[in-house]
């Protein structure tokens, strides 16, 4: 019988691809969860590890590249990442997780070794996975270095996690299998932390809880061993709780396990979700190469807190705002934290400022002796909340000590006095002040709670109490809302207690989202312990940093490169000022910076930037007058809809700004009349005509219409307490955070240009530093004037007619 040909060829190949398919089916009948580690990979790879899926081939799909197939034959692995069209990365996974090795062994021998036969592309990468939805996943990867196969750690710490994108660039450039002092990226942090939030959330693991819930996971974590996840939620349970007082034990802090622990819940549909919780919570850890992360420069438990409070309302309740990691570190720098400092945190909350001090000390110090001596006596930290202090106590451990004199407490209620014993100088804490306590902190960083109350300690409480501690010269740093050193309640604590013991260095105003979400006006401020702040001769270095170099992004402060980073431009400099006296070149830069001695006859003595900074007027152009009406005409146009707006200019003379002699006045010398607004609260507000301005920066402060007034004023400049000038025609009312400034010669033109160069002091004022009289009243205002050294009242209206828009006014 004749073979009909064209039959044969398709039952050949239909023949070989049921090979093929049996041969896969064979696969999974034996790896059942190898599928299901499939769409594990992916997410991970793509959504966590930085890789594009364009780059990522699965199983049969690597048969694609020709070159692959040539020595793969059949055979594929889980997952093959083209990394640069030469250099491949081999995945393979098994479906449980104690068959880890078999995993990596399979992705080396059976797929790599046979990939690397080739010469001209080579697999440089391998990592076994393996597990399941039910035990969760763990993964092991591998270096081909001058042809030999390494364990990939970071920072001495093997990975648990597939690899990212960057850490095989990292690799790649340095020829390493061990990466030291990396950090986690912000982007995969915040994403692992907000996940880990949103499953304790799911599974009903109150908010207040959550903390301490992962610091009981990470230390089960930091010896390194498996954790079970797919026993029974109470066995579970008791194993971890069980490691966690092992190593407490160990750490002599065993007091701490009522405070660090999961606890078992009463029901069992609670049991499932706490269960759950912990399986989720703990592939998310490991998924994040936690221990390697912990191992690092990265303050990472602090960071986890920090979502978690903002979530919560935990933090609000107890006044607790956490410190940014990178002011923590900015801090140390600038204070120079060496081996022979034992440095104090009175406030400790989760140990971000000791955890800076400690990584400074390890950074810098070559001598192992007196590493060893810091790292068992040199840190010491107090805090009140026992679950707070618990997280600080997991910080230390996870980075290999510091813990041994971080205490629970009542920060007021400990004296620390020096101790000195085998020519090791350490301190011990006291319950009360003894007569001869010798007092032996050289350096303090903190942020105390704020208070949110009148029966709150106070800020500059906790400043005081941490001062005695200090030998004297010793430096202390603080960061502080703006308040405290600006405000009247605090005034006789600045001059008559702060600097008539002390000398005032430095203060750094943070800029004003630094602790967002939350809304807190912070600064940090230099103290040198001891020595009666000298007026006539003593400079304080004052900073004001608007930027830190990080952006908001969707809700959350991420760092760009992007961002100008003025604490950076400033700390060496800050640094050599603080420490040694040194003076830098140049004192002055407009609105930044400046080196100014304080001015010691003022009873309500500021101690911030904004009270020293000059304004920098150097750069008036027109489009700073244009601004002005450009507002002023949205602002008619938006409440009484005035129609037919033009740009045309009302003459065709132009006014050059730079043509004329400017002269500085202050505000009593350019206004008859300056008379403080009343507040008028919304309820009490009866609708009407009469426009009600307040300290908005929307509408030029118009908030309101009434027919109520208190009382009511006619063409007038308006100053908000947040240092924005508006002019407003017509009748009006204002509430008491607005400075109604009056004079004959105004008119809607010349109020222009006055609020124009009025708002100038902006950056001057915020809600921390509010624009009232007795700081204003000391402000400088350049304005033009005329050839009899007068204020230009002419010039400033014919300047304004000669704009866009001037012709609508």
């Known amino acids: 019988m004749k073979r009909n040909s064209k039959l044969f060829k398709s039952t050949i190949l239909l023949n070989n691809k049921e090979v093929e398919q049996n041969m896969t089916k064979r696969k999974f009948k034996s790896s059942p969860s190898e599928v299901h580690a499939y769409a594990y990979i992916i997410k991970e790879l793509i959504e966590k590890k930085g890789w594009n899926k364009n780059q990522i081939y699965t199983q049969q799909e690597c048969h694609k590249l020709p070159e692959i197939k040539k020595y793969l034959e059949l055979t594929k692995p889980e997952n093959i990442i083209d990394i640069d069209g030469k250099i491949y990365y081999v995945i393979e996974s098994k479906n449980e997780r104690k068959k880890i090795d078999i995993a990596l062994k399979e992705a080396r021998e059976d797929y790599a070794d046979k990939i690397n036969q080739s010469n001209k592309i080579r697999a440089s990468f391998i990592t076994g996975i393996a597990g399941n939805n039910k035990e969760g996943y763990i993964a092991k990867s591998q270096y081909l270095k001058n042809g030999s196969w390494e364990y990939i750690t970071e920072n001495d710490i093997e990975l648990t996690g597939l690899l990212s994108k960057k850490q095989v660039q990292d690799i790649l450039q340095l020829n390493e299998a061990n990466l030291n002092d990396v950090e986690i990226t912000e982007e995969e942090f915040l994403e692992t ?20 819930f992962i610091s009981a996971l990470l230390l089960a974590m930091s010896d390194g061993r498996e954790i079970d996840v797919s026993q029974e939620c109470d066995v579970l349970i008791d194993n971890i709780n069980s490691r966690v007082k092992a190593i407490l034990k160990r750490h002599n802090k065993i007091g701490f396990s009522n405070f660090i622990k999961i606890d078992e819940p009463s ?37 986890f807190y920090e979502v978690f409070l903002k979530y919560g309302n935990g933090a609000k309740d107890i006044g607790i705002v956490l410190t940014p990691r990178h002011i ?38 070559k001598d192992k002796d007196k590493f060893e001596n810091f790292r068992l006596n040199g840190l010491y930290g107090i805090e009140e909340q026992d679950p707070i202090i618990s997280l600080a106590l997991v910080n230390m451990i996870f980075r290999g000590d510091g813990k041994n004199n971080m205490i629970e407490g009542n920060c007021f209620r400990k004296w620390l006095n020096a101790n000195t014993t085998n020519k090791t100088f350490s301190a011990e804490y006291l319950s009360e002040n003894k007569k001869n306590r ?11 709670p704020f208070a949110l109350k009148k029966g709150d300690e106070q800020e500059y409480k906790f400043i005081e109490h941490a001062l005695k501690q200090m030998e004297d010269g010793g430096l202390l740093f603080a960061v502080l809302p703006i308040s405290v050193l600006v405000e009247n309640p605090t005034k006789v604590w600045r001059k008559e207690v702060l600097l008539k013991n002390n000398t005032l260095m430095a203060v750094v105003t943070f800029p004003e989202d630094l602790f967002y979400p939350v809304g807190v006006h912070t600064l940090g401020i230099f103290i040198k312990k001891g020595i009666p702040h000298d007026f006539s001769k003593q400079e304080v270095y004052f900073v004001k940093a608007k930027s830190d170099g990080f952006v908001k992004i969707k809700g959350v402060r991420k760092q760009s490169t992007n961002a100008r980073n ?3 431009e400033i700390k060496g400099e800050l640094k050599d000022f603080v420490i040694e006296g040194k003076n830098p070149k140049k004192k002055e830069i407009l609105e930044f910076k400046t080196i100014t001695k304080l001015d010691g006859n003022k009873s ?43 740009p045309k200019e009302c003459n ?11 002269k500085y006045f202050k505000y009593k010398d350019i206004f008859q009349e300056d008379i403080r607004g009343k507040r008028l609260i919304e309820n009490d507000r009866e609708k009407g005509d009469i426009l009600y301005f307040s300290a908005s920066e929307f509408n030029n402060g118009w908030t309101d219409s009434i027919s109520n007034p208190i009382f009511t004023e006619k063409d007038a400049i308006i100053y908000t307490t947040f240092g924005d000038a508006y002019y407003v025609q017509g009748e009006f009312t204002a509430s008491d955070e607005i400075t109604i400034f009056k004079d004959k010669k105004l008119n809607v033109y010349n109020g222009l240009f006055l609020s124009a160069v009025m708002t100038k002091n902006k950056y001057k004022y915020s809600f921390g ?13 350049p304005l033009p004037i005329n050839k009899n050294k007068e204020i230009d009242w002419d010039f400033m209206e014919n300047y304004i007619k000669s704009l866009p828009y001037s012709s609508n006014l």
């Not at 005409?633 to 005035?642: D, E, T, W, Y």
């Not at 065709?652 to 043509?659: G, S």
Request: glycine share 4%.
């Open 328 to 365: 923590t570190r900015f801090a140390s720098e600038v204070l120079d934290i060496n081996a022979n400092d034992l440095v104090l945190d009175p406030a400790c909350g989760t140990g971000g400022f000791l955890v800076s001090a400690f990584d400074e000390v390890r950074r810098k110090t």
């Open 652 to 662: 065709n003379k132009k006014f050059n700004l730079h043509d004329r002699e400017w």
């Open 769 to 781: 530093r509010k624009a009232f009289k007795n700081k204003w009243s000391k402000d400088l205002i």
């Open 438 to 448: 010798i007092s032996p902190i050289t350096k303090v960083m903190m942020n105390p």
């Open 193 to 212: 932390a907000e996940n880990i939030n949103e499953v304790l959330h799911e599974n009903s693991i109150n908010k207040d809880y959550r903390a301490r």
């Open 604 to 646: 309500d003595i500021e101690l911030v930037p904004e009270a020293y900074l000059q304004t920098d007027y150097s750069k008036f152009e027109d489009e700073d007058f244009i601004k002005a009406v450009h507002k002023y005409v949205g602002f008619l146009f938006s409440i009484f809809k005035i129609k037919n707006i033009s």
């Open 267 to 303: 029901s069992a549909d609670n049991h499932i979700k706490v269960k759950e919780a912990i399986k989720k919570t703990y592939q998310e850890l490991l998924n994040l190469n936690i221990r390697s992360a912990m191992n690092s420069g990265k303050d990472v438990l602090g960071k």
């Open 566 to 568: 003025m604490l950076e």
